[in-house]
């Protein structure tokens, strides 16, 4: 295990016009290469493949680029594997969601790494044991659009390299296997505050409840404080996000200008990311449903599940809201039992974590 450790996640990527040229071939030429073959559908799995693989890039020697986006790949397509293999048996989900949410729970925010794909892995066993539909072939398709990202990514690091700050995929996970993680009830209460916010929204006949949980995922995080903000900046990115997502899918019905328009917004991720989590959840809101949109124009667009997409937003932040409220009182109360006692015991124990600075270091959303 690394000999001293970071107490605050690595500040994202700059940004440049390179990352945004990255993003913007990276994500493009597998959507148009979809279309060109006449699969609008295969486009959408293509550039979410080729988004995530950019987005968990640890950027650090080429060796280990492959490794860990391969990995990372991999994991995801397992995790919506499994997600799908579920989706019948409702015991059986909501074990796997209830352990999945717990293990995204465990790396602290300073395994950038670990975080993103723990949380993208258990957002996509949520969406597609909660119904979204995923196939074989969208699997095929998801990774070979990241592959050809990573490979733009490798082509790139050979013409200009910068390594990122921080700990190396590795070291995470030694670090991790060492102990050094996020309090076993946090963990506990993210597993259990995903289930509460799912369970709700099939109460409250949500179009999509999948997305509910996938939104507690991101939003929660060991500093209460940093919760509440990402949480404020969840809500409004999405919104603005839904609404230029909405303008675009009214005005405008023809595939490639879709996918153009999509391609944009690629590029603008990593300027959006390298602002704050507001900026970046209203790009990735729009990507999504830009291209959601695309695969679904031939039935009639995705226009019906942009109000369900904010609406499922502000009950997963109103749950995550409330169970957080109430850990916070909880513990305020104990504390003041307990007196001034405990706060000489924690001035010997552990530093706590610094809440990041800038944008919210687990880039990814649903």
């Known amino acids: 295990m690394p000999a001293a450790l970071?107490?605050?996640?690595?500040?994202?990527?700059?940004?440049?016009?390179g990352r945004a040229l990255l993003f913007g071939f990276g994500a493009g030429v597998p959507v148009l290469a979809a279309l060109l073959f006449g699969e609008p559908r295969a486009a959408l799995f293509a550039g979410m493949g080729a988004v995530m693989a950019l987005q968990v890039d640890p950027r650090r020697s080429i060796p280990?680029?492959?490794?860990?986006?391969?990995?990372a790949l991999i994991l995801i397509v397992s995790s919506g594997t499994l997600g799908v293999m579920l989706k019948d048996d409702k015991v059986a989900m909501t074990v796997a969601v209830i352990a999945i949410s717990f293990l995204a729970g465990l790396p602290k925010p300073f395994f950038?790494?670990?975080?993103?794909?723990?949380?993208?892995?258990?957002?996509i066993v949520i969406v597609t044991s909660a119904g979204i539909a995923a196939t074989g072939e969208a699997a095929v398709v998801f990774i070979a659009g990241g592959l050809f990202a990573l490979l733009l990514a490798v082509l790139k690091s050979m013409w200009h390299h910068r390594d990122a700050t921080g700990l190396t995929p590795y070291a995470e996970v030694q670090a991790l296997m060492a102990g050094e993680r996020n309090p076993l009830f946090y963990a506990f209460t993210m597993a259990a505050t995903v289930l509460l916010a799912m369970l709700l929204a099939d109460t409250l006949h949500a179009k999509?409840?999948?997305?509910?949980?996938?939104?507690?995922?991101?939003?929660?995080?060991?500093?209460?404080?940093?919760?509440?903000?990402?949480?404020a900046q969840r809500l409004g990115g999405t919104l603005a996000g839904i609404a230029l997502a909405g303008l675009v899918v009214h005005l405008v019905h023809e595939q490639w200008i879709l996918a153009g328009l999509a391609i944009v917004m690629a590029a603008l991720l990593p300027k959006a990311t390298a602002m704050n989590?507001?900026?970046?959840?209203?790009?990735?809101?729009?990507?999504?449903m830009l291209l959601l949109d695309l695969a679904l124009l031939r039935s009639g667009g995705d226009a019906p599940l942009l109000v369900w997409r904010l609406y499922d937003t502000m009950l997963g932040c109103a749950v995550a809201g409330a169970v957080l409220l109430a850990v916070y009182g909880t513990r305020r109360w104990r504390?003041?039992?307990?007196?001034?006692?405990?706060?000489?015991?924690?001035?010997?124990?552990?530093?706590?974590?610094?809440p990041e600075p800038g944008a919210d270091s687990e880039g990814v959303q649903g």
């Open 6 to 17: 970071p107490f605050a996640p690595p500040p994202p990527p700059p940004y440049s016009l």
């Open 64 to 71: 280990i680029r492959i490794a860990a986006v391969v990995a």
């Open 112 to 123: 950038p790494y670990l975080t993103l794909v723990g949380k993208v892995c258990a957002a």
């Open 208 to 231: 999509l409840p999948g997305w509910v949980g996938l939104t507690v995922l991101f939003v929660m995080h060991p500093d209460d404080a940093t919760a509440l903000k990402l949480m």
């Open 277 to 288: 989590y507001f900026w970046m959840s209203g790009a990735f809101t729009a990507l999504v």
């Open 335 to 354: 504390e003041r039992r307990q007196g001034p006692g405990r706060k000489a015991a924690e001035a010997d124990g552990d530093p706590p974590d610094v």
